[in-house]
């Protein structure tokens, strides 16, 4: 049986003995090449590759750029893959030529990384070809074969860009002995919770959910995990689908997400609660109460017997081979840790920025996970609080920024700009970010963070509480295609879930709006970009009574056929009527999946007496454009 314990201690106490540089980093993470470095999952098939397999493909292609492109050296190269085997080859390939990888966040504008592509320097990119300036180096094109005993000459940095939410352009560098620091905070994770090195059948696996550009992929589920021999599990795509059946095909224990990934989950299994009949769901919630009980009563049974408990939703969503979660990257909702937790899935709360990595994690019983801390900071790492902020010094922050090309180095504290509270055990809280505090009438500040955990709104897209012209305002956004009966309960629940609040937490601005309050791929909301959006007139807001539904709009086909096909969609998707708009699309509106959608032509087909070529009828996604098409048919 693996020793977690021994193996951490061991390769720990090597890395420490290095000179704790990238080369170090790469040279015991690859020590046992025997160990499964990965396993890809399409879906019918998992494929396995080795420690020594993945080695032996970083040293081949390292020693292609070495020796196809011999001028270029101490150079940054932009790495343009997302998360996926190509990307660790990539990442170490850069790293072994005597190059410095710049971890290009593909989410990001396409022409805010050419202008951080410029800040820096870069010149070559290596991937795939998503339209960045620059030279290309193709992988196909890296097709050598590693001399034996050929010397590496090893770079001993890195950099990344940070999400973006501030509207600058900044870099973070990092160098090996930083991300050794980083490391070794493991021997202190391990000490405080000796949950995270549980296994399921000898093995730990970690599915890789988070982008491995991102500080908390990189480090968190990269480099922590794989520094120790374990296996990381890659997916194939990110349909919610792929996602929970890789988990259970592949035997995951670990996942580590942002809270949107989180309040996800917890949003389909209550709308699945919801469905039930009152005596049912009434039974769930008095489960809930049950098993958080247990646990804290006997923690590691208590885990057991809680997922046994809740099987039937357990058996659907992770199975019951978990061992450990953490959410981080911003604010999770109370209501979410407390639902995954009384499954049975341990949720830890986690913090950590780009300048600074992973600083803290709740490390705590299921008591100390509920109060929703980011833990105690991580020994390479020290926090003190001025005026509220949080501020942060240590051996495993970046030391070096680049901020709208200008370099600042970070030799004390750093201002991470996050509003916290710490208790008497040493714990910390985040409570919001500096720049979005709004005063009140009576001069309190308040966090729009700590509303927006209170506000639960069904049906919606999106929301944001903010400081717009000097009014604390609550956006929505709706979807695009709403009933009337929609409408009305949207806005009957944003009333109930105002009221609920204290006066000194109520918006005084209620807005809806159709556009987007994130930017393309964006995780969450930021709501600099928002105000950003709204000054510059792109995101358009309307009060309750200037929502146009589609009851508005001129229906110009039968309507009795329309009502069936509604009636027939509503009965496949498990809808009433008044949810289903009649322009609103079956797959990304409504939901529908495939199977779905050839039930949907089916019944039509049967109900109508009619033959539909889907090849030559494959638009046909919505209500009217259905019933349009039936027109002609019948």
């Known amino acids: ?26 040279n015991v993470m690859f020590s046992n090449e025997k160990y499964y470095f990965a396993e890809e999952n399409n879906g019918y098939k998992i494929t396995k590759h080795t420690y020594g397999e993945v080695d032996k493909k970083i040293k ?9 492109y011999p001028n270029l050296k101490d150079e940054y190269i932009g790495i343009s893959i997302d998360s996926s085997l190509e990307w660790i080859y990539m990442f170490w390939a850069t790293i072994l030529s005597n190059n ?42 890296l097709n050598l074969k590693v001399e034996d005993n050929y010397k590496f000459n090893y770079s001993n940095e890195l950099c990344l860009s940070t999400s973006a939410t501030t509207l600058k352009r900044k870099i973070v560098f990092y160098t090996g002995l930083e991300l050794s620091n980083q490391i070794l905070n493991v021997k202190e994770v391990l000490r405080c919770n000796k949950r995270v090195k549980k296994h399921y059948k000898n093995q730990i696996k970690l599915l890789v959910f988070l982008p491995l550009y991102h500080i908390f992929g990189l480090i968190a589920v990269y480099i922590w995990f794989c520094f120790f021999g374990r296996t990381l599990v890659f997916l194939k795509d990110y349909s919610s689908n792929t996602i929970l059946n890789t988990i259970k095909m592949n035997k995951v224990t670990h996942v580590f997400g942002v809270p949107l990934f989180w309040h996800s989950i917890e949003k389909e299994i209550l709308k699945e609660v919801s469905k039930k009949p009152k005596k049912i769901q009434d039974k769930f919630y008095n489960g809930m109460e ?3 009980k247990l646990q804290k009563k006997f923690p590691n049974l208590g885990l057991r017997l809680s997922m046994k408990g809740m099987k039937e939703i357990t058996d659907n969503l992770f199975g019951r081979q978990i061992k450990f979660l953490i959410s981080g990257g911003s604010y999770i909702k109370d209501s979410t840790l407390k639902l995954i937790n009384a499954l049975g899935y341990p949720l830890y709360n986690g913090y ?26 991580l020994p390479s790492v020290e926090y003190k609080i001025v005026d509220d902020i949080l501020y942060v010094k240590g051996k495993s922050i970046s030391h070096k920024i680049m901020i709208n090309r200008n370099i600042e180095i970070i030799d004390d504290f750093f201002k991470t700009n996050d509003v916290v509270k710490k208790d008497n055990d040493n714990r910390y809280y985040i409570l919001g970010r500096a720049d979005d505090l709004f005063i009140s009438t009576n001069g309190e500040n308040i966090s729009p963070d700590e509303i927006e955990k209170l506000i639960n709104v069904e049906n919606i897209e999106n929301y944001s509480i903010i400081n717009y012209q000097n009014e604390l305002s609550l956006i929505i956004q709706v979807k695009k295609y709403l009933t009337n009966i929609q409408k009305d309960r949207i806005n009957e629940s944003v009333i109930d879930n105002i009221n609920k609040l204290d006066n000194s937490f109520k918006p005084t601005k209620i807005y809806y709006t159709f556009d987007s309050l994130m930017s393309e791929n964006a995780i969450k909301v930021s709501r600099k970009y928002l105000l950003d959006k709204l000054e510059k007139k792109e995101v358009n807001l309307l009060e ?30 498990d809808k009433k009527n008044d949810e289903i708009g009649i322009d609103a699309n079956f797959f990304f509106d409504l939901g529908g999946s495939s199977l779905d959608y050839y039930n949907l032509i089916s019944m039509i087909t049967t109900e109508f007496k009619v033959e ?19 027109e002609e048919l019948v």
């Open 290 to 292: 049950k098993t958080l």
């Open 1 to 26: 049986m693996v020793n977690v314990r021994k193996i951490v201690n061991s390769r720990c106490k090597a890395l420490e003995n290095s000179k704790m540089d990238l080369e170090a980093i790469y």
């Open 612 to 630: 539909i070529n889907l090849d030559n009828n494959s638009s046909f996604y919505t209500a009217r454009s259905i019933a349009k098409m039936l």
């Open 100 to 141: 410095k990888p710049f971890l290009i966040n593909l989410r990001h504008p396409k022409e805010l990384t050419n202008n951080l592509l410029d800040d820096l320097g870069c010149k070559y990119l290596i991937g795939k070809d998503l339209g960045y300036n620059g030279t290309l180096i193709k992988i196909e094109d």
């Open 544 to 573: 309750f009574k200037e929502i146009k539904t589609e009851e508005n709009s001129e229906i110009d086909c039968d309507i009795n056929i329309l009502n069936k096909v509604v009636d027939i969609m509503a009965s496949i998707l």
């Open 352 to 377: 950590g920025m780009s300048e600074i990595g992973v600083t803290s994690v709740e490390l705590g019983n299921i008591t100390d996970r509920l109060k929703n801390s980011i833990g105690k900071p």
């Open 60 to 68: 081949d292609y390292a020693y292609s750029i070495n020796k196809i």
